[in-house]
């Protein structure tokens, strides 16, 4: 293991930056840098490099890493706004990433499950592909049984961004993309840029803005899975997660909301004090696979930013602590998984191997007028953050 100094700058000398190094625990072998991103091995200094990824769509895709002084890295590149690799510490010294990524571009082309991914126009389903608005009944692709599913065939997750890094204090990426009017059936030109930024105290805060020329729905969130044990080997069935919400939206066979908000008490959707996830997931309703695959009704106050929820894994020590301004949280516990996609190293991601937590307004919101409104009209600033901060309990 390589210990460096570190110059960042604002000249400040670093020591102590952790690479990748597997120390013989069951949840921390030197193959779990497989869960995302062997690269971790590298060693860079503090700030943001850009390095070639190849090309798709006859654009450059670019990776970039940002790296804090303490050493923590997250891996994004502008194909899809996606995050391929987060590498943080863990409580034995050992550090690997805690989202399931890949090394290469090529391994992203093919239709995956928005593995880190930006999700957009719109996240989460839209029943049956349809809406109205303004009177106008607009059709979109239904690309997961008969409903739409995050943005379309070719979503904001499978665009090449225009990417600005930024080598500030606190490293940070801001892509651009522009979706034209009629993409995937969404009405208006909605100019997008979504930022990430590393900060010091390992928090990757994203921040997501929008304006359009026509009024659309524009729900815009990021499509992380999170294994905070680092290997893919485990599932995520042994985590603790806390959600701060004392309702949720109760869905019909193809996981669209009923349009009730639901109690969760005395359910196993009540994560208002911590649970462990495999501890009720076997009864949780709903159809084949099972699993969790909601959103919650966050309890605070949408557009200040709280912290809404919290997952902790005993053997890495790490926790993951989601703070945002959205009103809702899909918890998906990774049902369909099924191994038949493999780690850059070959390791199944089997069901259950990772889970997201995704920050957004509620499923099916355009056909929901009791749910918080998606419309963004021309004139409208779209502006919502989240924020992901790793924290390590010894
Ligand atoms: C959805 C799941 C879906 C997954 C991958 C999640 O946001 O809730 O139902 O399988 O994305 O597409």
């Not at 969404?186 to 979504?194: C, E, I």
């Not at 729900?219 to 080997?233: E, I, Q, V």
């Not at 020590?317 to 780690?343: A, W």
């Not at 070959?346 to 099916?364: N, V, Y």
Request: glycine share 10%; hydrophobic share 30%.
């Amino acid at each position: 293991m390589k210990k460096i100094v570190v110059n960042s700058a604002l000249g400040i000398l670093m020591a102590g930056v952790f690479t990748s190094c597997g120390n013989g625990n069951n949840n921390e072998s030197s193959d779990s840098k497989e869960a995302s991103d062997s690269s971790a091995t590298k060693v860079s200094t503090a700030g943001i490099q850009q390095s070639d990824w190849g090309e798709t769509d006859g654009k450059k895709v670019f990776l970039y890493t940002l790296t804090n002084k303490k050493g923590v890295q997250v891996k994004i590149t502008n194909y899809g706004g996606t995050v391929t690799s987060f590498v943080t510490p863990t409580k034995s010294g050992a550090s690997t990433s805690i989202v399931v990524g890949f090394e290469d571009l090529s391994a992203y082309l093919p239709r995956l499950p928005y593995f880190g991914a930006t999700v957009g126009r719109y996240g989460n389903r839209i029943a049956k592909g349809k809406f109205t608005l303004d009177g106008k009944t607009y059709k979109l692709a239904t690309n997961n049984g008969p409903n739409a599913l995050h943005g379309g065939l070719k979503g904001f997750d499978k665009v090449v961004w225009d990417a600005a890094p930024l080598d500030n204090a606190n490293p940070s990426l801001t892509l651009h993309y522009v979706s034209k009017d009629g993409e995937e059936g969404y009405p208006g030109n909605l100019k997008v840029s979504v930022s990430f930024t590393l900060s010091d105290d390992d928090e990757l805060t994203i921040d997501y803005n929008a304006e359009t020329d026509k009024a659309t729905p524009v729900n815009l969130t990021n499509h992380s899975y999170w294994n905070l044990t680092g290997d893919l080997k485990n599932t995520i069935l042994n985590h603790t997660l806390k959600i701060d919400a004392d309702k949720y939206t109760p869905v019909d066979t193809t996981l669209i909301p009923t349009g009730e908000l639901a109690p969760v008490k005395g359910t196993p959707f009540d994560f208002t004090e911590p649970h462990v996830i495999g501890e009720r997931i076997s009864s949780v309703p709903g159809a084949a696979p099972g699993g969790y695959d909601h959103n919650w009704v966050l309890n605070h106050k949408m557009g200040t930013m709280d912290k809404v929820a919290e997952l902790s894994e005993p053997t890495t020590g790490r926790k993951l602590e989601v703070y945002t301004t959205e009103p809702g949280l899909q918890f998906y516990s990774g049902n369909f998984l099924d191994g038949t996609i493999k780690t850059s190293l070959g390791t199944p991601i089997q069901k259950h191997a990772a889970l997201c937590l995704e920050t957004q307004h509620f499923p099916d919101s355009p056909n929901r007028p009791n749910f918080p409104s998606t419309i963004l009209k021309p004139g409208e600033k779209y502006h919502t953050t989240t924020k992901y901060k790793v924290t390590l309990e010894k």
